[in-house]
């Protein structure tokens, strides 16, 4: 089983960028679907980017496109998310996960359909 942990957040002016790391120990993340959430405080968690198997067919939502990438190192067994253009709505905690014996598309942006979640890193994002 993998385990995740995240890195990466912290507090950063609007139009600036992060990036963040999901590292991942335990098994190979090549063999995962791979996604990348966040929570608002007082808001449900949402997909913000996924992966398929070995970092293919990404899919993002529709407000991510275009800022968000995500991305994975296999060897390094690390996944990313890169965000640029940082608005202060992007404020949230940011969650990677993985699921073993996927499909891909849509499903990759539902939280309830991951069953290994890391413990989240805060992005905080001041105008």
């Known amino acids: 089983q993998v385990q995740l942990v995240e890195s990466g957040g912290g507090s950063v002016q609007a139009g600036g960028s992060l990036r963040l790391s999901c590292i991942a120990s335990?098994?190979?993340?090549?063999?995962?679907?791979m996604g990348w959430f966040r929570q608002a405080p007082g808001k449900e968690r949402e997909g913000v980017a996924g992966s398929y198997l070995g970092g293919g067919r990404a899919v993002y939502r529709d407000s991510a496109k275009g800022r968000f990438t995500i991305s994975q190192d296999n060897p390094r067994n690390t996944l990313y998310l890169q965000i640029d253009s940082l608005k202060p709505e992007d404020t949230a905690i940011y969650y990677c996960a993985a699921k073993r014996y996927c499909v891909g598309g849509q499903n990759l942006l539902r939280p309830a359909y991951f069953s290994t979640w890391g413990q989240g890193t805060q992005v905080t994002v001041s105008s």
């Open positions: 335990g098994d190979s993340i090549s063999k995962y679907c």
